[in-house]
T-cell receptor
């Protein structure tokens, strides 16, 4: 059973650099979600896709953030010109037409 | 979506039942109650959901009051591996839409 996978698991970058994260959902899951989680808080929704279409974006997703899901399979989340406030855990989840979302282990980003 | 209120933290002895309460007094008729948990350094994990009736699965039981204004998640025989943050969420969606998480309850299982 291959669950949701995310790469890399950890990323340390300097302020101003661009970073890209990848999420591979569970096969056949048509919905894919990105969330962000800071220390002591619950995850916050960023955006989601149904197949390759990006259906909703949170106001948290500034112009420096872009997400794609070409061909409706894996997804990438890019952050341009990173800021220290971007330091967080970035979580990906996928679902099929069901009640539960399956989360990956997350990518922990540290901006120095 | 309706707002939920959960205690910040709880302790439970290993082997005992852990009962986690959640208040959702503004829940509307078409909103479901969901529970997820997040073990340290992992992504959240779905536990259970319900609308009106009590529900049970291999992980837990969900008891929803008759007026649906509160619910309790029950872990029947808590183990150390159940130490986690537990999130109670209400949503009128089917669950495959975005999840609005609160701060949850930090459950400590004591040996």
């Amino acid at each position: 059973d291959t669950g949701v996978s995310q790469d890399p698991r950890h990323k340390i970058t300097k302020r101003g650099q661009n970073v890209t994260f990848r999420c591979d959902p569970i096969s056949e899951h048509n919905r894919l979600y990105w969330y962000r989680q800071t220390l002591g808080q619950g995850p916050e929704f960023l955006t989601y896709f149904q197949n390759e279409a990006q259906l909703e974006k949170s106001r948290l997703l500034s112009d420096r953030f872009s997400a794609e899901r070409p061909k409706g399979s894996f997804s990438t989340l890019e952050i341009q010109r990173t800021e220290q406030g971007d330091s967080a855990m970035y979580l990906c989840a996928s679902s099929v037409q069901a009640y539960e979302q399956y989360f990956g282990p997350g990518t922990r980003l540290t901006v120095t | 979506d309706a707002k939920t209120t959960q205690p910040t933290s709880m302790d439970c002895a290993e082997g005992r039942a852990a009962n986690l309460p959640c208040n959702h007094s503004t829940i509307s008729g078409n909103e479901y109650v969901y529970w997820y948990r997040q073990i340290h350094s992992q992504g959240p994990q779905y536990i259970i959901h319900g609308l009106k009736n009590n529900e049970t699965n291999e992980m837990a039981s969900l008891i929803i009051t008759e007026d649906r204004k509160s619910s309790t998640l029950i872990l029947p025989h808590a183990t150390l591996r159940d130490t986690a943050v537990y999130y109670c969420i209400v949503s009128n969606r089917r669950g495959d839409d975005k999840i609005i998480f609160g701060k949850g309850t930090r459950l400590h299982i004591l040996p």
